[in-house]
Every structure is written in C-alpha cells, then in structure tokens.
C-alpha cells in the first residue's frame, strides 16, 4: 500500500475506481451455502478529479449506492481497485480506514433518520471533531461548531437545538456541516435533496455549491433525479443494472445522450428538429423495470426494455466506446466494429445526433 500523503500529485484524479465488482449473497441456504448472489456492481470504472462533481445516475436497483458505499469502504469488494488521493484503499487495514472515515464523508438522503434525535445539534456537528480529535478545548469545539452553522446558513443559537425542532431543510443543512467538520477530500451525496420539498432542494443544492466553490470540496453524487443532476454535476455516470452504460460531461449527455438507456433517462431532449417521428426515434421512452440483479440477463443488460435490440444484444454484453473525447457509451449501436450486425436500417443515433447538432 503506498501513502503519498506528503507529495500528492494534485493534478491527479483524487477517485480512481477501475473494475469494481460488489457481489454479496441474497439468504443463506440449506448448510449456510448462499441461495443466490445479488450483482449489486458488477465491473464498474470512472474517475472523480478534484474540485468536480460527479454525478452517478439511474433508477433504484442499478448499483448507484452500492457503489458509494464502497468507495467510503462500508462493503467489501468482491473484485477491482480503488484509489483515493494516491493510495490503494481496495483493502484498507485500521488505521487506513480511520483516516478514511475523515477524509471522505457522506450526505445522506434521509435528513430525518441520519440525526441522532436524543444530541443537541453541537454534539450532532461535533462528533467528527470529537471522534479525530480535531480540537483541543472545549471553547475551539464550540467555535468551530458555530462556524460550521455559519457556513450551512444556520443562527449560532441553533447549537443548543435537538433535530426535531428544525424542517427537513435545516435538517440537511446540520448532515452538511458534520459532513464538514472533518475538512474532508470527498463528500459522497446520496439522494440528498430527494426527501425534500421541491421548493427547498434548490437551496440545498446551492449552498453545496457554494461550499464546493469556497471550499475547494470534490462530490460524488448519487442521485436518480436527472434535473438535479444537471444543474449541479460537471461529468455524469449513467448505471444500469450493476454496469456503467454511458459517461459524458453534463453539455454533451444532455444534447446528444447516446446510449438508449440515457435518452429513455431523459425523457424530453431538447432538439432543434420538431418533427415527432424524429424525436421519437431519437428519444424512445422505454417501459417495465430494471431487472433482478440476482439474474441479470445475458448479453446487455439493457436488452429486455431496449427498442433497439437485436440478436447480438441478446447474445453478448457490449464494451464501452469512446464516441468523443470524455464521451464514452456501451452500446453495440456504436461500436463500428459490430456494425453489420446490429443490422439497423434506421439512421444511427451518430447520424441523428449529427443532424440534430
Ligand atoms: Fe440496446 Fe443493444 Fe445498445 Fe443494449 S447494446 S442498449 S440492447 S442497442
């Protein structure tokens, strides 16, 4: 395990996650041999670089969290490596775990059951202080505490507070400040604006932004909600089924997203040609549910619900294709090499992003 504490390449990736693989039994079965394996993540990569916010995206059921939680080392790895600021964290011993419980942090989606009901709100804040021994009187305790509610948009009076005395908005703000606490690298957001009134989510996401400029903070941000996604996100990773299906920047997902999953995902892209046929083809809503990850069809993933399948998708699970610098989609559609016999006598969707463009 190699540390680089000291001489970390600052314009390296601070997350680097490459073939991750969480498989973990469903029950125990007859003489405690597993009855099934929930593929839960199954052979994921993409990089978080430092200062952006990267958004991991699709329905319930398609890995998003598992993956989070792996990356903050809350479940073990069945298979792949991940490397965070330097360093191999895929097996972490106690005292690398340690350090990693400061340097990542979790937002998470429930504002209401993530606070401890029976601490006041500076026990609530403080506990990263107290768990790292960031402080060394109970004044600086105090002090950094009320700079904390400053900088989440809470009054220092607050402090004294219990969670039930404050809205679900102010409740994610005081799970945002003990994200904080520890001046952490990385702060993964799971679902943290989806519990929240519509009217409050924007002001959580605008103060995250803010954090993220004044602070310097790096995101991960694991969300089903594409609208959210899009104002806050700088690079998307689009998931189905365990499997990474489409990355790209927000610019080019949006404009032209080109893996089916991505564009039923969107639901209505904006494009320059009103002609509903073309629409339709380029955007096709696609029906039913992501599939069991404990029997996860053959081929790609995405086949069941796809309007495009073809045999070949059926029979063999595609590899991802760089379509354009930083775009990358696993789709037999746009892999030149598989062309003949994905057999398509429709326009590709490169043809009708290009014609669209
Ligand atoms: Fe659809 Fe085939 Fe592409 Fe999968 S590989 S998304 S089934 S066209």
Do not use: W
Not at 68 to 79: C, H
Not at 123 to 148: F, K, N, Q, S, W
Not at 193 to 216: F, H, K, T
């Amino acid at each position: 395990m190699t540390h680089t504490d000291s001489h970390t390449d600052v314009t390296a990736p601070l997350l680097q996650v490459s073939g991750l693989k969480v498989h973990f039994p469903l029950r125990p079965g007859l003489f405690g041999k597993p009855a099934a394996m929930v593929k839960a993540v199954d052979g994921v990569d993409f990089t978080v670089h430092r200062g952006e916010t990267l958004g991991l995206v699709g329905e319930s059921g398609c890995g998003k969290s598992t993956t989070g939680l792996a990356v903050l080392r809350m479940t073990p790895l069945t298979e792949g490596r991940i490397v965070f600021d330097g360093e191999d964290i895929s097996h972490p011993d106690a005292a690398t775990t340690k350090r990693l419980r400061r340097k990542m942090q979790m937002v998470y989606q429930d504002p209401f059951g993530a606070l401890n009901p029976r601490m006041r709100v500076l026990d609530i804040i403080g506990e990263p202080l107290r768990v790292h021994r960031l402080t060394r009187t109970r004044a600086e305790y105090r002090e950094r505490v009320m700079d904390l509610l400053d900088r989440v948009g809470l009054k220092a009076e607050m402090a004294d507070r219990y969670p039930h005395e404050f809205s679900g908005g102010q409740r994610q703000r005081i799970g945002i400040a003990r994200a904080l606490a520890a001046d952490p690298s990385l702060i993964i957001c799971d679902e943290p604006v989806s519990a929240l009134d519509v009217s409050i989510q924007a002001q959580v996401i605008n103060l995250l932004e803010d954090l993220q400029r004044d602070l310097g903070l790096t995101y991960l941000f694991v969300a089903h909600d594409l609208a959210v996604v899009r104002h806050l996100c700088h690079r998307i990773v689009v998931m189905y089924l365990g499997r990474v299906v489409e990355v790209a920047d927000r610019e080019r997902l949006y404009q032209a997203p080109r893996h089916p999953y991505t564009q039923a995902l969107l639901g209505a892209i904006p494009i320059a040609d009103p002609d509903p046929e073309v629409q339709a083809r380029f955007n096709p809503s696609v029906d039913g549910e992501v599939p069991s990850p404990i029997d996860p069809p053959p081929g790609c993933p995405f086949h069941p619900r796809c309007p495009h399948a073809t045999d070949l998708c059926r029979r063999e699970a595609p590899r991802p294709i760089d379509v354009e610098d930083g775009h990358s989609v696993a789709c037999h559609l746009h892999d030149p090499s598989r062309a003949a016999e994905m057999n398509h006598s429709e326009p590709s969707y490169q043809e009708q992003a290009r014609n669209i463009a």
